[in-house]
């Protein structure tokens, strides 16, 4: 697994093009919603790896695709991944956004990212 920040921003690239295209355009699979929550494509996984070692390598681009994640994928894991690596930057008003609107578009309080979402204001 290559940790060179240019070739892990090239992966993420690709992930996104084939997953996660422009609004309006098809996703190769159609947001995932015909696959289970442990079986997605194994690019996801990779994609999750990517964001781990960005978080540690180059907190700008890790926040811009990790935002990008939660704005434009369906995988569960993979969402999940991003607000939780996403938590620990705090008083990031761009980053703060992403959680409001979480908790504005979801109306189901028994959602499984909530404890997660509200834990962004935990000291």
């Known amino acids: 697994f290559d940790t060179n920040i240019d070739i ?5 690239e690709k992930y996104f093009a084939k997953y996660c295209p422009p609004s ?3 996703a190769v699979v159609d947001d995932f ?3 289970g ?7 996801a996984q990779k994609v999750e790896g990517i964001l781990t070692l960005l978080k540690y390598k180059d907190t700008k ?3 811009k695709a ?3 994640c939660i704005k434009h994928t369906r995988v569960k894991s993979l969402r999940e991944t991003a607000y939780i690596l996403l938590v620990d930057i705090k008083d990031d008003p761009e980053v703060e956004q992403v959680f409001i609107d979480y908790l504005i578009e979801n109306e189901d309080r028994k959602d499984i990212f909530l404890p997660l979402i509200h834990s962004y204001w935990d000291k």
């Open 24 to 26: 309006g355009e098809k």
């Open 8 to 12: 892990l921003n090239q992966e993420l």
């Open 66 to 68: 990790a935002i990008r």
């Open 37 to 43: 929550n442990r079986d997605y494509p194994p690019s």
């Open 61 to 63: 681009q890790f926040k």
């Open 33 to 35: 919603d015909h696959l």
